[in-house]
């Protein structure tokens, strides 16, 4: 068999996209209710959350920077299934990008508590 | 090294050898089988026998609602008829339906011999089988499960549903959900680890991406209702309080870790379903799928959303504004990923050239059905539009269209597709046009009349209704279309029974289709695979017949059969690369024992004898003993022969062997029930009435010496290990275990016993849960260490044959690292409680 090895934890590209996506939506979703619990300021609150929705889209973008341009390098080079694990996980950064955006949008103008 | 490959007999002599070491005995050993195709076989048969019963119950719920102000069946009767059929079909049929299909094809598709874990797939499914008939037994004696499927609290707390009907949803269920969640374990490990040597993750066929997400999915997505079924029994038994709102708790508590589970639970049915539509539509457009990258990033995309939106199931509970939002959007988004495997299947369709057959027209039915599902799916995601239609019957019409669209469609489509493989005949007879007729044509009636009726205001979980309403023909409509369903079903079973019994033989691959699991004769053989394949291409694009007739005659991978042991390979996750020989044990009544003890336990429980389930417990748990106690090789074997000239070490011999990998997956499952654990507690402390509590739980520094303990029980566990890398006398370093542990148990009960009274407030009975998790894991380990010691007694112990030691390393690491978290969390309530202080 080949000696070419693809460490394990390459397969972890698959998910991260959807995992920043889900620790922000964890991160909104907690930070909304326990400003609800504690009466934070509306505008207090908007604020974090506009901060937190910036982090991870931030974060996300980074990702999918670092990720495409290290396809990009190195695509012809790696051996099976390297590329496609890359390919995958740059499908992934960009569609939970999108998905933080959409729903993060609602933190702009959506009322925060009951 | 020499060459002591074993030869590769004749074909025949090779199917003679392999059929007796894994073929399945006659009479009564066939409850000691372990074989996948057997036990895949068993768990689809039960699933079916379920599914009938499941039927019957709709057909009777149906009768009561065909005409207004009925008498047909009483509300405490009709009740039961609800729940039980929401929970038949749901834990009963769907699970049980995708795991019997998976573990039977998935080694076929790999090109492996079996699954990873054989016993653990006969005990789950023996576990299925009792956990399924005391659930159904229960209706025979009139005290079945009355509080609807999802259980929700106070309706099935104690003072409002005192007997025992909410108990056997509850232990009955979670028996079932053990299963489920050593299925997906099982299979987890099994498409990681157990493909055709060459088989990178890139050419794995779409069957194993959907299953290898589905079965993450549960693993993650099981545990937080399995918490919550323990938590409502522990209050309904116990009296502590984590849903009562009087003292501290929450019954929206319930509801967050029901829907935690249920929504994803929704695309853990969808996803092998869209499995084998994958897999179907390719063998009929006569072309490879479209958007293979696009669909297996689809499928991850959908697997993560499918954990945002449970909250959609509870938007009228009363939840802050911009929560609503968050979970709306994420509702509305997850309809793209599965929009994205829809216009794949269709440009391969319209790609190719189609050839039509039963099964295809299943897969008609599901693009319609399903379409339709989706769409109303995207209408309840908006929450004014949810809080219109909430609880309505528009909300059962969409469940429907959504279910039986997701996954009865495309399953009766694998039937057909998978059924000549099963029985190695095909179908002679056209019935089953006009039983897809009869079951498209019920189903629509049945319930696409139910958005209308919903729309116009009927509830759902009515006995009856008046006249005056405008809901009489719709539902006496609806009432009919379930009946022409159930004949389409009745036609479709009779259907099976003549393939079974008339269908006409035929050689191989009847459908064209170009993946390994027809790359064998059919029938199956026990072995699967006379020898294994070696991938060299994308293994939904290989040629069966040709290869077929390779394998048969040995030239493969294994083609010979050595020391009357059953033999598979392992490879590197990612690249498929050939890494380990993996020896799995051999038929044993094992699974069945621990299984019937387990079932003992519950029984004990539900009929509160708990002497008796601490009893069964304990023997539950020496059955395992039992399971570990002559698995492993007591010599080194080093590197052996498989075949291609290749050598390979044993599966104990290596690090990333199955069984640790297991117990990295099993742990996870352990972790999410932990963390829903955690996100309990301070959801009570955030959100519950009745808060701040009156007295503070306090356990003493006992709490503090406990994490201590573990810590240090967890560095001696490495110690030990390293001990015996080195060669060294470990047994000291093990006993030392025992007995930390020992000590740790000790020092938890003593915490225990210094809390207030944990019925009194819900935060004491929360502190109480998390110091018996920390309990339970201490006496966990003290099992592991205990095991190794018998390993390594038994000789089954070296520096290269070390999994017992390493077993041991993670469960102490986990038990150290959730101890601390869980100290920690004990720890800071006094101060987060006094942060409510002027707040509530």
Redesign the interface.
């Known amino acids: 068999?080949?000696e070419?090895?693809?460490?394990?934890n390459?397969?972890l590209l698959?998910?991260l996209g959807?995992?920043i996506?889900?620790a922000a939506?964890v991160v909104?979703?907690a930070t909304?209710?326990?400003g609800?619990?504690?009466?934070w300021p509306s505008a207090v609150q908007r604020g974090m959350?506009i901060a937190i929705s910036l982090g991870f889209l931030g974060l996300g973008g980074v990702a999918w920077h670092l990720v495409h341009r290290h396809w990009e390098r190195n695509a012809k080079a790696e051996?099976?299934?390297?590329?496609?694990?890359s390919?995958?996980g740059i499908?992934?950064l960009g569609?939970?990008f999108v998905?933080m955006i959409?729903?993060a949008?609602?933190?702009l103008a959506?009322?925060?508590?009951? | 090294m020499t060459d002591l490959t074993p030869e590769t007999p004749s074909p025949i002599r090779l199917h003679k050898q392999l059929e007796r070491i894994w073929g399945t005995g006659p009479g009564l050993q066939r409850l000691a089988a372990v074989n996948h195709t057997v036990i895949g076989k068993r768990f689809m048969i039960t699933a079916f026998v379920f599914f009938a019963i499941g039927g019957l119950l709709a057909m009777l719920i149906r009768a009561q609602l065909a005409t207004p102000n009925a008498a047909f069946v009483g509300p405490e009767l009709y009740n039961q008829l609800f729940s039980m059929h929401g929970t038949v079909m749901m834990f009963l049929f769907a699970i049980p339906m995708l795991e019997g299909l998976a573990i039977y094809l998935l080694p076929k598709m790999l090109g492996a011999r079996d699954l990873a874990f054989p016993r653990l797939t006969a005990y789950g499914y023996w576990c299925y089988l009792f956990g399924g008939t005391i659930i159904v037994v229960s209706m025979l004696f009139g005290v079945a499960p009355d509080s609807g499927w999802f259980m929700y609290t106070p309706l099935s707390s104690q003072p409002y549903t005192p007997g025992i009907n909410a108990d056997i949803w509850l232990l009955g269920v979670t028996f079932v959900e053990i299963s489920a969640v050593s299925a997906a374990i099982e299979i987890t490990v099994t498409i990681l680890k157990l493909r055709a040597p060459g088989m990178s993750l890139n050419r794995m066929p779409l069957f194993a991406w959907y299953m290898l997400v589905t079965a993450l999915m549960m693993v993650f997505g099981f545990p937080p209702l399995i918490l919550g079924s323990i938590l409502l029994e522990l209050e309904r038994a116990f009296g502590l309080p984590f849903f009562d709102p009087e003292r501290g708790g929450d019954p929206l508590l319930w509801q967050h870790l029901f829907w935690l589970f249920g929504h994803p639970e929704v695309y853990i049915i969808f996803l092998p379903a869209a499995g084998a539509i994958s897999t179907m539509i390719p063998v009929f457009a006569q072309r490879k799928i479209v958007g293979y990258h696009a669909i297996i990033a689809a499928i991850v995309a959908l697997a993560f959303l499918s954990f945002g939106l449970w909250v959609h199931h509870m938007f009228t509970v009363g939840i802050p504004h911009l929560a609503l939002a968050f979970f709306s959007a994420a509702s509305a988004i997850v309809a793209i990923p599965t929009a994205v495997q829809i216009f794949a299947w269709l440009a391969t369709l319209a790609h190719g050239r189609p050839r039509f057959d039963i099964p295809m027209l299943y897969i008609f039915g599901f693009f319609v059905v399903f379409v339709i599902g989706g769409l109303t799916g995207v209408m309840l995601a908006m929450v004014p539009f949810n809080q219109q239609a909430h609880d309505s019957y528009f909300v059962v019409a969409h469940l429907h269209y959504v279910l039986v669209g997701g996954f009865v469609f495309p399953m009766l489509a694998a039937v057909y597709f998978w059924l000549p493989h099963i029985t190695g005949r095909q179908s002679v007879h056209r019935i089953s046009v006009p039983a897809f007729w009869l079951i498209f044509i019920g189903f629509n009636l049945t319930f696409f009349l139910m958005h209308l009726t919903g729309l116009m205001g009927m509830p759902r979980r009515i006995y009856t209704y008046p006249s005056n309403f405008g809901w009489d023909w719709l539902n006496l409509l609806s009432s009919v279309g379930g009946f022409i369903l159930t004949m389409g079903f009745a036609l479709f079973a009779v259907d099976l029974i003549l393939q079974f019994r008339f269908g006409r033989h035929f050689r191989r691959n009847i459908w064209k289709a170009s993946t390994l699991d027809w790359a064998m004769p059919t029938r199956p053989t026990s072995y699967a695979f006379a020898s294994l394949p070696k991938i060299e291409e994308r293994a939904d694009g290989i040629d069966p017949d040709r290869l077929g007739a390779e394998l048969a005659a040995g030239k493969g991978y294994l083609g010979f059969a050595r020391n009357n042991r059953m033999e598979t390979l392992a490879v590197d996750m990612t690249t498929g690369r050939l890494e380990h020989l993996v020896v799995l044990p051999n038929a044993t009544y094992l699974p069945l024992l621990s299984a019937g003890l387990t079932g003992s336990v519950v029984l004990c429980t539900l009929f509160k004898l708990y002497i008796g389930a601490i009893v069964f417990a304990i023997a539950t748990v020496s059955s395992f003993f039992l399971w570990s106690r002559t698995t492993g090789l007591t010599t080194d074997s080093g590197p052996v022969p498989v075949g291609n000239g290749e050598f390979v070490p044993p599966d104990v011999e290596v690090d990333g062997s199955t069984p640790w990998w297991a117990m990295v997956f099993a742990l996870s499952a352990n972790g999410t029930l932990f963390a829903s654990l955690i996100f309990g507690a301070l959801y009570l402390w955030l959100v519950a009435p009745a808060w701040p509590p009156a007295e503070i739980a306090d356990p003493g520094f006992w709490l503090w010496l406990a994490p201590v303990a573990m810590i240090v029980s967890s560095i001696v566990a490495r110690w030990a290990t390293g001990i015996n890398r080195q060669g060294g006398n470990f047994a000291p370093a093990l006993f030392a275990i025992v007995i930390i542990d020992g000590l740790t148990i000790v020092l938890i009960s003593l915490a225990l016993s210094a809390l207030p009274d944990p019925t009194a407030h819900a935060h004491i009975a929360t502190v109480a849960a998390i110091l018996g998790y920390g309990w339970l894991h201490a006496a966990g380990g003290f099992c592991f260490a205990l095991n190794g010691l018998m390993k390594a007694r038994g000789g089954y112990v070296s520096a290269r044959r070390s999994l017992p030691l390493r077993l041991s390393v993670l469960w102490h690491d986990y038990t150290a690292v959730t101890g601390v978290i869980g100290a920690l969390l004990i720890g800071a309530m006094p101060m987060l409680i006094g942060m409510l202080e002027g707040v509530r």
Do not use: D, K
């Not at chain 1, 070419?4 to 394990?8: E, F, I, L, T």
């Not at chain 1, 959506?110 to 009951?114: A, D, K, P, V, Y």
């Open positions: 068999m080949g070419a090895h693809v460490p394990a390459r397969i698959i998910p959807f995992t996506w889900a939506f909104l979703y909304n209710a326990i609800c619990a504690f009466e959350l051996v099976a299934p390297a590329p496609t694990l390919i995958i499908y992934g569609s939970a998905a959409g729903v949008i609602p933190v959506t009322s925060m508590c009951i």
